[in-house]
């Protein structure tokens, strides 16, 4: 069992980071709506820098913790995303979101408990080669994917295109993690060229993530499908492929299986409605 204290703040840490991205969705949605000049663009910009603070939420908490437990906490943002869609931008509160809402409450709070019931480790001990085997896999699918759709047009590509848009963010997010643990602890940057390599090379899973959701978006793909394969993945791909990367040093655990389904299963509900709905994509 973990009594890490510093757990935590990194727990902390993920689900404000969590509520700033998504909010700073809402307000990109709501900036586009009011227009391109006078307040609609200021609170364009507003929405779009605080977007673009993601990277720097989860280097601060990987200083506290592991990332799972930052990762872990994503799909909890969907929730002041939901108030703040029905507030300021005009959408309906349906009795689907208040059970997705409770739904993903309960997920989250499991993955937390599954986090500090289970065994310590450190991301020094997390291989960095299943993590770019995973990346080079994300990317050679992207091309399939896109012709997916074409061949298959019955196909959710939008779920798809979200779901390879959230494994290359978890991706950032794990190596970021690995890279400032290089020396063994850890920091808020890498400390050896090997770390700043790896630190570097993660970003190019952030702008994997936003690619793919701006494909997505160009090619009019339902945007509710789109955050949710996005949710989904940023959150199972780490609690899935960091104990794969531990080796014998990590294990997946029913609570953690139980856990996960409950986020699918919230997330699914929140963001049904794709065409009546389009403020809940990510950007």
């Known amino acids: 069992m973990i009594t890490e204290p510093a757990w935590l703040i990194a727990i902390g840490i993920g689900i404000l980071g969590s509520f700033v991205i998504h909010l700073s969705q809402g307000l990109m949605r709501l900036g586009i709506r009011d227009g391109a000049r006078g307040p609609g663009r200021r609170i364009w910009i507003w929405g779009a820098l605080l977007n673009l603070s993601a990277p720097l939420w989860v280097i601060v908490a990987n200083r506290f913790g592991p990332t799972t437990l930052y990762t872990s906490m994503y799909a909890?943002?969907?929730?002041?995303?939901?108030?703040?869609?029905?507030?300021?931008?005009?959408?309906d509160l349906r009795k689907r979101d208040l059970a997705g809402a409770g739904i993903i409450i309960v997920g989250t709070a499991l993955l937390g408990l599954d986090g500090f019931l289970g065994d310590s480790f450190s991301m020094a001990d997390v291989r960095v080669a299943p993590l770019l085997v995973t990346g080079a896999a994300a990317v050679v699918l992207v091309v399939p994917v896109s012709w997916l759709g074409r061949l298959r047009p019955t196909v959710p590509q939008g779920i798809l295109f979200g779901i390879l848009g959230g494994t290359f963010l978890a991706l950032d997010s794990l190596l970021k993690g690995v890279a400032q643990n290089d020396s063994g602890q850890a920091a808020f940057l890498p400390s050896t060229g090997t770390g700043l390599l790896i630190f570097l090379l993660s970003f190019v899973g952030a702008a994997g993530a936003f690619g793919m959701v701006q494909w997505a978006h160009a090619r009019n793909e339902a945007p509710s499908e789109t955050v949710a394969g996005y949710d989904a993945a940023y959150v199972a791909i780490p609690v899935l492929l960091v104990p794969l990367a531990l080796g014998e040093g990590g294990s997946v655990t029913w609570l953690c299986g139980a856990a996960l389904l409950l986020l699918l299963v919230g997330t699914g509900l929140l963001t049904r409605s794709a065409d009546t709905n389009p403020d809940l994509a990510p950007e």
């Open 76 to 91: 909890v943002g969907l929730l002041p995303l939901l108030w703040f869609s029905c507030v300021w931008l005009g959408r």
